[in-house]
């Protein structure tokens, strides 16, 4: 904030609460979220979700916690570097936006999402200058958490652009990954990717961002830990559920297939004026196609570009049923 800032959500604050102390400091995320609001490029994003309500993905979680403590003074004296970012690619429905939203819980920072979408203008140089805009924007207000949802999809077209759109993706691209690399502003980067056929290579490498995950389809444990996070969620005592026969059941599912299950059997038990039962959720489940039966064949395919490419966002992995359907390309 600019002196002139600071001092205004100051003065709000000891007007309305007498004092200042550390519980204020959502006001002056708000006051942030005025400016950034203001500028029209980026989203502020009021994240209420933690990690509490992410199931399994052991490897991510401790890695970010690492790193929660990255930006203080103490951090800087030791002599360690600001992060730059992460990379989460995986299966769709598997948590990767909902980690980005909880880091921003972890480590008190604000969540600013950035959308491709505005970035493009119809005149000449005007997509160029607005992503400087939304980065000016970012470093403002930093520390912050810069979240890039779809990043695939937004540089979908940088390799062909100049015969499509005359480079103007290519010339945004550019811009973009020299900041990631040349950034001082505490600005971390979480990406999320679905489809890496279309991620450019320069993107991949090491100094842009710190890490890459893979994200893959939860196996049982973390399945009964999902179940466990949404019956909560829903004010069910997980007591009442045979968790354990319901992760069998929910074998290939992806932790969102999981949610509208429950979601749906929910609904069945409002209809029938029951209160929900393990046969509720079990039947949700059975008539639910997950995703993986449908998209084998680019599962696999990402599984297999992930292997030695990426870090396993979860714990090892024990072979289940899905495994043994993997099939050999030639």
């Not at 480079?167 to 973009?176: C, D, E, Q, S």
């Not at 090491?206 to 196996?219: H, S, T, Y």
């Not at 209809?271 to 599962?299: G, K, Y």
Request: negative net charge; hydrophobic residues 45%.
């Amino acid at each position: 904030l600019t002196l002139g800032e600071a001092e205004n959500v100051f003065a709000k604050i000891i007007v309305k609460d007498a004092r200042l102390s550390a519980e204020d400091v959502n006001e002056v995320f708000a006051e942030k979220q005025q400016i950034i609001r203001k500028s029209g490029l980026l989203e502020y994003y009021a994240s209420q979700e933690t990690f509490e309500n992410v199931g399994g993905l052991a490897i991510l979680k401790d890695w970010l916690h690492k790193r929660s403590a990255a930006f203080t003074a103490e951090a800087r004296e030791f002599g360690l570097p600001a992060p730059k970012g992460v990379l989460l690619l995986g299966v769709q429905g598997c948590g990767k936006s909902l980690c980005a939203k909880a880091v921003s819980a972890l480590w008190q920072l604000p969540l600013l999402r950035f959308d491709m979408g505005r970035m493009f203008g119809s005149l000449v140089g005007s997509s160029e200058e607005n992503v400087r805009r939304a980065i000016a924007v970012a470093e403002s207000v930093a520390p912050a958490i810069l979240w890039v949802d779809e990043i695939d999809k937004a540089f979908a077209g940088s390799s062909s652009s100049g015969a499509s759109d005359g480079g103007t993706t290519a010339r945004v691209f550019g811009t973009f990954l020299t900041w990631l690399s040349e950034k001082t502003a505490p600005v971390f980067v979480v990406a999320t990717a679905n489809d890496i056929s279309h991620l450019p290579p320069e993107l991949l490498r090491k100094g842009r961002l710190d890490e890459i995950f893979f994200v893959d389809l939860p196996a049982t444990p973390e399945r009964r830990e999902i179940l466990r996070v949404h019956l909560r969620k829903r004010g069910r005592a997980e007591e009442s559920f045979d968790v354990d026969a319901l992760a069998v059941a929910a074998a290939d599912f992806s932790g969102a297939e999981i949610e509208e299950a429950i979601n749906s059997a929910l609904y069945e038990a409002f209809d029938a004026r029951s209160e929900l039962r393990q046969e509720h959720v079990m039947t949700a489940l059975r008539q639910t196609v997950p995703l993986a039966r449908t998209m084998d064949e680019q599962i696999n395919r990402l599984r297999t570009w992930a292997e030695g490419r990426a870090r396993n966002a979860s714990t090892e992995r024990i072979p289940e049923a899905f495994e043994h359907r993997r099939k050999v390309e030639l």
